[in-house]
């Protein structure tokens, strides 16, 4: 199995070599589809200026990179391109060993109900075999490597890829169960960008799933593990702000990035919802309309948490779509990340509904991006509504391929306690429907 | 070294006086004043001057005294009684060294090689008083009671105000007297005394926004900086902390009538007698260029400073464009220009004076001016020799026997070389589309063999948002390295952008600065009203120390001894400049305006979907659908039940 995921990074590798030698590499880096003010490379390149010139890189509204990354860069300036490379060939490694180890368990989990005769017999269908789980680490890394967001991202050097990283070494630490490493990169993870931070509420129920500890309120050993994770996840993320501290000598960083990612003064076109709705926003109902998206993104971390509990991975994957829908500056970069994970569930494809008009949405979408700003920006034949049509239907696209997903995931799962076909009290074949 | 500039500055003056006379006494100290007047940097001969006249002071400031007890009605004809008593070398009050307060007044005209019309009106009012100490200042005589309040109760040091109608075409008109950027331009130190600065800033231009009637309350955080290097105060006291010193330039300011009135009323004569009869709006603002200005600074009443007084300087250029191919005759007259002629100076005023600058007209060939005027006088002017005709308008000679003057230029020919300005600058923004951009900045040195240093100052609103590390300086195709650079990063919707660096340009040479920014999407209340016209971005100010033009001449072959022309003199070497750029006019892109309901509604709809699929997903459960009964069933059932028999 080493091998072809060894030819998978050779490939990926030189694909991303070639483009950062070729003229395109320039272009992508300009994409507002591809960078945000938040991972904009350039922007990392004019923070160390402003250290060069001894001008905090914080004192103005340029720069919103953490400052462990304007340290990272002060040393790797010169090997950025491997350091964004090595960023993606590591979020693959980890993903494809978190598939492995995941299906791994699903597989034995499987075994045990089969021979517990708890699943009805006419489910055998959606009874998932080793051999077609075989691949799927693979693919997985595939889908994650040549997915060409993620190949935009690299090029454009987005940090958006080293977040990226962070998440997936959490969901590998979390998988493999290592408590403290959970707590470690998910508190990097927040630190970057604070939305992975709804990603807790899954680690902890995988963690606890894997040490056999109920979730009930009213044990303690529930309440205890939580209270460990939450030290040493709160634990890391204290030492990582303070020594952000120690290396700058201000909290100015603490504004610049978290309260520029929370109150979205920088208006410039991505593919998320906030930035035209916040341009045309009446001023006094700004901050009311700031509130509601931003708890947006967290809201659904309960009522997920509570639906999925005995399926945390799959909610580890509906929270990174729900962030990398709703957040206030997505880039390409985001969606890949939970792109990555669609051959994780492709025994579900027998359930979705309009993957077929999705997919063909989120293509036709990715190709008018960069013709609508064309005719934007540069021709000027278009306005702004153009641009924005297509984020919206971009947007709805992807709700769409989420929440099919989940129906097909809840479907399945209904399918596996009440059988595959079911009768209606008539003896007629009878539809499924939520009610 | 000193008393070698104290010989030459003598000799000059002697020279100057050997040139001019065949007139009386009395105006051998006019041209003393004249120089005083003219050459304001020109220290060593203003000492000479005060130093001869110290003696007369006590007799002089008692007949002052005497002047201001004087009512206001009669005040005229008290004026000119006291002219008509005093003896002669006291006639003119300019060389008055401790009077209360003074008011003069002067026109210089240049004809420019371009064939337009340069008209710089100045009058400058000096007031030996202070507004600091506690007493309260009321009695107000030549001072503008309005500015003396603000100068209070703001605690300013040093005010400049500006305001341009039209740019300033260095390269085919020189050097101004006084440089101004288009637009509205304030600058003002103030007192160290002032705590909250931001906050008295904010007060001052509210107040100087009604004084003279423009939109100075536009100025707020995002258009104010405060430079490091390029603004120093102009007056006496270096205190250069420039935490108090605040900055900023209107470039979409539109300077018109209602601006020009204000600025007349602060005049002691207002616009009835004197020179400021020839302001007359409708001329004024027909023409290339129009600049008015207010600059108060204290400065030092005797050459010990032992005390202090406040000067308020009001300046006024106008170019005029009176070039007209088609007519073949080129002349023009104060008639002409200002559709007015002059019959007295103003009463008020300790001196009056037109000048004409003749200095590329030494021989009468390219023009003719009449009627002629024996009085000569020169100045340094901005590095460069300078020769004028001057007209004194307290001399009832001067207005002849039509008891009016109406000074007349007639070209003969249109030949002439204009000497190059040695330091000029433009700008541009380059690039495509409204997604980034690049300020490119070019600094000519056309100076033959040396090298200067130059301040740039840039200001750039927070919406262009730069990116300092692609800052490039060349010169000649090297890359020139600014020797100090002071760079301010931008806070949105806070503080614009401020880069001030020094740069060497080296002789004969063209230095670009590029720097690229990117264009944000501003909120759709942000826009002005006419968003597609494009936002301003104020000029660049380029300050610099430029080597002078008489300096240039290391030959001379004028008629100055050998002995004073070896080492090239210090005061002359080098004259202060400040060149102001075009302004920038880029556009941003922009929202569309008409809906920002449909905006609110589409999203908040996306968001919806969002929600309400996930809601269906997370509170609902799969269950077997049984087939809904019929309508008429239902119906059928509903009677059935009201009737008492079980359903159907």
């Not at chain 1, 009446?282 to 997920?304: G, K």
């Not at chain 1, 709700?399 to 009290?425: M, P, Q």
């Not at chain 2, 904010?202 to 009604?210: A, D, F, I, P, Q």
């Not at chain 2, 002349?331 to 200095?359: G, H, N, Q, V």
């Amino acid at each position: 199995m080493a091998a072809p995921l060894t030819l998978l990074l050779i490939v990926a590798i030189t694909v991303r070599a070639a483009l950062y030698r070729s003229s395109l590499a320039d272009l992508i880096s300009e994409r507002v589809e591809v960078v945000s003010p938040l991972t904009a490379w350039k922007r990392v390149v004019e923070g160390l200026a402003l250290l060069d010139l001894g001008v905090s890189p914080y004192s103005g509204d340029v720069f919103h990179e953490t400052p462990l990354i304007i340290y990272l860069f002060h040393f790797l300036v010169d090997y950025a391109e491997m350091t964004f490379i090595l960023a993606d060939v590591i979020t693959a490694v980890a993903l494809y060993l978190t598939v492995k180890d995941y299906n791994k368990q699903v597989f034995r989990k499987q075994k045990y109900a089969l021979e517990a005769d708890r699943y009805p017999l006419d489910c055998l269908e959606l009874i998932r075999s080793p051999k077609e789980m075989f691949y799927i680490p693979l693919k997985v890394a595939m889908f994650y490597l040549l997915n060409p967001f993620t190949i935009l991202s690299c090029v454009a050097k987005s940090t958006c890829g080293l977040n990226n990283a962070a998440i997936a070494l959490f969901i590998l630490s979390t998988v493999k169960g290592n408590v403290l490493l959970s707590a470690i990169f998910l508190s990097v993870a927040t630190y970057q960008s604070i939305y992975p931070l709804t990603l807790c509420a899954a680690a902890l129920l995988y963690l606890m799933q894997r040490q056999y500890i109920p979730v009930n309120f009213r044990r303690a050993s529930f309440w205890w593990f939580i209270a460990q994770y939450a030290f040493m996840y709160l634990g890391s993320l204290f030492v990582i702000v303070c020594l952000s501290f120690f290396l700058l000598g201000s909290w100015d960083y603490l504004p610049s990035v978290y309260g520029f990612i929370l109150s979205v003064p920088d208006l410039t076109p991505n593919i998320g919802l906030f930035w035209y709705f916040f341009a045309e926003m009446f001023e006094h109902f700004r901050l009311f309309f700031l509130c509601v998206f931003q708890i947006n993104v967290f809201f659904y971390t309960i009522p997920l948490s509570i639906k999925l509990k005995e399926h945390p991975v799959f909610l580890i994957f509906m929270q990174l779509a729900v962030i990398s829908i709703f957040k206030s500056y997505p880039t390409v970069g985001d969606i890949a990340l939970y792109m990555a994970f669609l051959p994780v569930w492709s025994h579900l494809h027998r359930f979705l509904r309009n993957i077929f008009l999705v997919s063909c949405v989120l293509l036709a979408c990715s190709a008018l991006f960069p013709v609508l700003w064309h005719l934007w920006i540069y021709a000027g034949s278009a306005n702004s509504n153009f641009y924005y049509a297509i984020t919206l239907l971009f947007n709805v696209a992807q709700i769409l391929l989420v929440s099919d997903y989940f129906y097909a995931f809840l479907r399945r799962e209904h399918h596996l306690t009440y059988g595959l076909y079911l009768k209606r009290k008539d003896g007629s074949e009878a539809t499924l429907v939520l009610k | 070294m000193a008393a070698h500039r104290c010989s030459y500055s003598a000799l000059l003056l002697i020279v100057c006086s050997l040139s001019v006379f065949s007139v009386a006494d009395s105006q051998e100290t006019t041209l003393a004043g004249d120089h005083h007047d003219t050459a304001v940097d020109d220290n060593p001969r203003t000492d000479t001057v005060t130093a001869e006249q110290t003696a007369e002071q006590p007799a002089v400031d008692q007949r002052r005294w005497e002047a201001t007890e004087v009512e206001e009605a009669t005040l005229d004809d008290a004026d000119t009684d006291t002219r008509d008593s005093i003896p002669p070398e006291t006639a003119v009050p300019s060389s008055v060294p401790h009077p209360k307060d003074d008011f003069q007044e002067e026109l210089v005209i240049r004809p420019l090689h371009s064939g337009d019309i340069y008209a710089s009106f100045q009058f400058r009012t000096l007031w030996e008083t202070d507004f600091m100490r506690g007493n309260k200042v009321s009695h107000y005589r030549l001072f503008p009671k309005s500015l003396g309040q603000v100068i209070s109760k703001f605690s300013v040091r040093e005010l400049h105000i500006s305001f341009t109608q039209g740019y300033w075409r260095t390269m085919q008109w020189g050097q101004p007297f006084q440089p101004s950027p288009p637009g509205a331009e304030l600058w003002v130190w103030f007192q160290d005394s002032v705590t909250d600065v931001d906050g008295t800033w904010k007060e001052l231009t509210n107040v100087l926004s009604g004084i003279f009637c423009a939109s100075l309350n536009f100025i707020d955080s995002t258009n104010t900086v405060q430079p490091s290097a390029s603004f120093k105060p102009l007056g006496i006291g270096n205190v250069t902390d420039h935490r108090f010193l605040r900055y900023a330039i209107l470039p979409r300011e539109i300077v018109c009538t209602e601006n020009l009135t204000p600025w007349k009323k602060l005049l002691p004569c207002g616009s009835k007698a004197g020179l400021a009869v020839l302001l007359k709006s409708e001329k004024l603002f027909h023409s290339s260029f129009h600049s008015q200005a207010v600059h108060i600074r204290p400065v030092c009443q005797d050459w010990q400073c032992k005390t202090t007084s406040w000067e308020l300087r009001q300046t006024l250029n106008v170019v005029f464009d009176l070039h007209t191919p088609g007519q073949g005759k080129r002349e023009w007259s104060l008639f002409k220009m200002f559709s007015r002629t002059l019959t007295e100076a103003c009463p008020l005023a300790s001196s009056s004076k037109i000048y004409i600058d003749i200095t590329d007209d030494p021989q009468g060939e390219q023009f003719e001016v009449s009627p002629a005027t024996p009085l000569l006088s020169q100045a340094m002017v901005l590095g460069d020799r300078r020769t004028f005709s001057v007209y004194d308008l307290t001399q009832q000679l001067t207005f002849g026997t039509a008891r009016s003057l109406n000074l007349l230029i007639r070209w003969k020919s249109s030949e002439g070389e204009m000497l190059r300005p040695l330091l000029h600058a433009e700008r541009y923004v380059a690039g495509y589309g409204l997604q980034t951009g690049e300020i490119h900045t070019l600094m000519y040195n056309n100076h033959p063999y040396r090298s200067f240093p130059v301040l740039l100052l840039d200001s750039v609103p927070w919406y262009l948002r730069l990116y300092i590390h692609t800052l490039t300086v060349t010169s000649k195709g090297k890359d020139n390295k600014p020797s100090y650079i002071h760079y301010q990063p931008s806070k949105d919707r806070v503080r614009p952008h401020l880069l001030e660096m020094l740069v060497q340009l080296p002789p004969n040479s063209v230095t670009e600065v590029t720097v690229q920014f990117e264009r944000a999407l501003l909120k759709w209340t942000e826009y002005t009203p006419d968003p597609n016209h494009g936002f301003y971005v104020g000029s660049s100010v380029i300050s610099s120390l430029v080597p002078s033009i008489v300096a240039m001449d290391t030959n001379s072959t004028q008629e100055r001894p050998l002995f004073s022309s070896f080492f090239p003199c210090k005061e002359e070497s080098s004259y202060f400049v400040r060149v102001y750029t075009e302004p920038l006019l880029v556009n941003l892109p922009t929202p569309d305006f008409s809906m920002p309901y449909n905006v609110i509604c589409l999203t908040c709809t996306v968001v919806a979907v969002g929600y309400g699929s996930l809601y269906n997903l997370l509170t609902r459960s799969f269950q077997i659908e049984e087939p809904s009964p019929g309508l008429a069933k239902r119906i059928a059932n509903v009677i059935r039940k009201m009737r008492g028999v079980p359903p159907l």
